[in-house]
Structures are given as C-alpha cells and as structure tokens.
C-alpha cells in the first residue's frame, strides 16, 4: 500500500516530501501532557489513563424512583446551600432531557422572591442549558455568560463533553450515561482543568454497577460512594426552611423519609399542573428511553432496556401516568405534527424515512411505542425490530440537528 501511495506521489506531486509521525513521551517518566497512557496486555486496543491528581470520583447509587430528588438535592447542596459551591456541569442524555429539566428546575427550585421566602444565607440557583440544537447565538451567549460566572449550573449533552474550556467547574455530574470509558474521561475533563482540583460524580442505578467496574478496569478509576440518606437530608433542610409568603409558619417535616415524599410532590404537582411542563416531561422520557435503548457492545450488559422499570423512570421525570399512555400521547403529538406539516397537492411528494425521523430538531420514532419496549409486538406485525446501533446513529444526528 504504501508502496503504491509513494508511486503516486512521484507521478503527480512536485519534489514530495514524505513525514512519518508516532508517538513520543513528552517526558522521562512517560507521559504526555500530564496524562499517563497505558496499554493492557489482554487488551492492547483499549487505553487506560491516569488521571490528574487533582480529580476526585464519586458514585451516587440510587433508584430511579428517587433519582430526579436526589439531583436536585445534590444542586441544593453544593449550589444554593454552600458558601463557594462553584460551577456545575450536568450531563444528560437528550437535548429534551436538558429543555425538560431545565425548565422544571427553574419553576421549582428557583422561586420568585415575591413568592417565597428562602434562608438568609442560601445563594440563588443561576441555572443554563446548552445543546445542539440551539441556535448558534444562543450557544454563544450562554458559553460566555457561564464562562463569566462564578457560580452556576449548566444543563447540557455531550455536545459540552469535548472543545470547550470552561475555568473553575467544581463538579461534573453524570446524570446519565452515554458511552463508555473514553465518553467518562471527556466529560470528567471539564473540570480539574491545568492542575485544578475537581469532582466528578456518576449516578448509577443498582443493576448497572457493573459500569463502576469497568471504568476502574479500563481507566483506573477510584470511586468513593455517596450516601444517599445524607444527601437528602438536605430536602428536610430545605422543605423545613421554604415557605410562601403570608405563611404564619415554616412547614413542619421530622423525617428524612417524609421530607424526600413531600420534595418528590413538588415535582409531580409542578409537571402534573404546568400545561408547558406536561408534554415537555412526556417528549424526554420517551427520548431518554430511546438513548437507553441504543446502548450496544459490552456496554448493554451494564444498561439492559429489559431491567428498567418504565413505571420508576417516569418517576423520575415527574411523571404519574402509565408508560403506555404516555407513548399513546407522544405519538399522537408526533402525528399531528407530521399531517400539519404536510405539504399540498401541487408541491407533494412521498417523504423519506429519513425525514420522517426528525421534526423540530426532535429525533421521533418511527413505530407505535408497542414496539418500543413498552409492551411487546405480536406475533402479526411483521416490523422489523431497529438495530441499536441505528438508533445511537440517529441520537447522534439529532443532537447536532442533522
């Protein structure tokens, strides 16, 4: 091969100049940009890397019923309730995870001051979102605004995971997981920056610890364990210390137990009685489900489709009704969308498979939930089932509007 590509070159280039590259330790102890890269004897096509010194990793192993309040306790803690609690940095799934989330945080967790009344001491929740689909002045208007920052939450995908430098992030939140090792080690970048210090935290469920594993075989990850009852004790903080005004009293709350039920309420009341809110938690479960389903390889061992309860996931958007409901409802939101943008008569034409899986930037699927997971397809229908590596293409495409 090379042979021939020298051929070539002597035949249609001008006194060619052949450069051959490889790599070279930047120092005497082996590494490269104070990253060690190591290669495994069992597996010498999977690079393992040493992290900074100065990056902390945490694992946060909650059920996902409780997932969705544990996230905003985490928030309330470092953010609202801590004197320097920095930047933070949480990455999700979808981009309508991040308009979902983004929007509830601020209907519940940022109250108008005329409303309620907050602890003296307690700083102001500043919260930002970033994805794909934004228009590019927005995305530049957000990235300088929380750049400028000293404190605040950005919401965002993987489109943040790579390219951007972002001074003085305190923590990186992994709320879901997208990818394997490699993914880790870009979203953990963002923070513990040119010899920083940083934390990282991984939020996984019971059935998927197995990730822990294979991040501290692959990437020589130490994870310390957060606990999840001291982490919402700092709901009971905050339920004891949040009231309307023309209240006479704080509410009375004595357990951790019963503060977490009456934090979780406050989300499902707000998703149940918000008219936005509603459809924008529905549109996010069933795009987070679709991401879940995608995963492939060695990783779908760790993220099995068929070990999620569906009923528990949509806990965690602050949802009530039945999985099979909400898909009946997505899709038929998907439907109307598509017949009203139907072209007419005079300017027809048959619309593609590829168009038809994407309408306002939204990656929408192309069959009855049915299929989907949320029951399983008779005998009768004879569609064929998509692989999960189409359907991580197609998430990837979405994200950049494509």
Not at 179 to 198: C, K, L, S
Not at 278 to 294: C, D, G, I, Q, V
């Amino acid at each position: 091969f090379i042979s021939g590509v020298e051929k070539l070159a002597g035949l249609t280039l001008t006194d060619p100049v052949r450069c051959l590259a490889r790599e070279v330790s930047s120092s005497s102890d082996g590494t490269n940009d104070g990253v060690e890269t190591k290669f495994s004897e069992s597996n010498p096509d999977a690079d393992q890397f040493a992290m900074p010194a100065g990056l902390r990793h945490f694992v946060l192993v909650v059920p996902w019923k409780l997932r969705l309040v544990s996230l905003a306790a985490f928030l309330l803690l470092k953010c609202q309730y801590h004197k320097n609690g920095g930047k933070l940095i949480v990455f999700m799934a979808t981009q309508d995870c991040v308009d979902f989330h983004y929007r509830l945080f601020n209907a519940v967790l940022c109250p108008d001051d005329e409303e309620y009344i907050i602890p003296a001491h307690a700083s102001r929740l500043s919260l930002f979102r970033l994805h794909g689909s934004m228009e590019h002045s927005e995305r530049e208007s957000v990235f300088h605004t929380y750049s400028l920052s000293k404190s605040g939450i950005l919401l965002t995908t993987d489109v943040a995971s790579r390219g951007l430098d972002l001074a003085s992030v305190a923590w990186v939140v992994m709320y879901h997981v997208t990818g394997g090792p490699v993914d880790y080690i870009h979203r953990v970048g963002r923070t513990a920056r040119a010899g920083g210090r940083g934390k990282a935290v991984l939020f996984l469920s019971p059935d998927e610890l197995g990730y822990m594993d294979l991040l501290r075989a692959r990437a020589g990850v130490n994870f310390e364990q957060l606990n999840l009852p001291d982490l919402m004790l700092t709901s009971l903080y905050h339920i004891r210390n949040t009231k309307r005004r023309g209240d006479n009293k704080f509410p009375s709350c004595a357990t951790v137990e019963e503060s977490t039920s009456r934090f979780s309420h406050l989300f499902l009341d707000a998703v149940t009685e918000d008219p936005v809110l509603n459809p924008l938690a529905e549109t996010a479960y069933t795009s987070f489900l679709r991401a879940y389903a995608s995963f492939s390889g060695e990783l779908r061992q760790f993220f099995t489709f068929k070990r999620l309860h569906l009923g528990h996931v949509a806990r965690a958007f602050g949802l009530t009704a039945t999985p099979k409901d909400i898909a009946s409802r997505v899709t038929g939101r998907f439907r109307g969308l598509q017949k009203s943008a139907k072209p007419g008569k005079s300017g027809s034409r048959k619309r593609s498979a590829d168009e038809d899986t994407e309408v306002s930037g939204q990656l929408a699927p192309k069959r009855r939930p049915e299929v989907m997971g949320f029951s399983q397809p008779s005998r009768q229908n004879k569609t064929k089932s998509t692989k999960p590596m189409d359907i991580a293409h197609r998430n990837m495409l979405a994200e950049y509007g494509l």
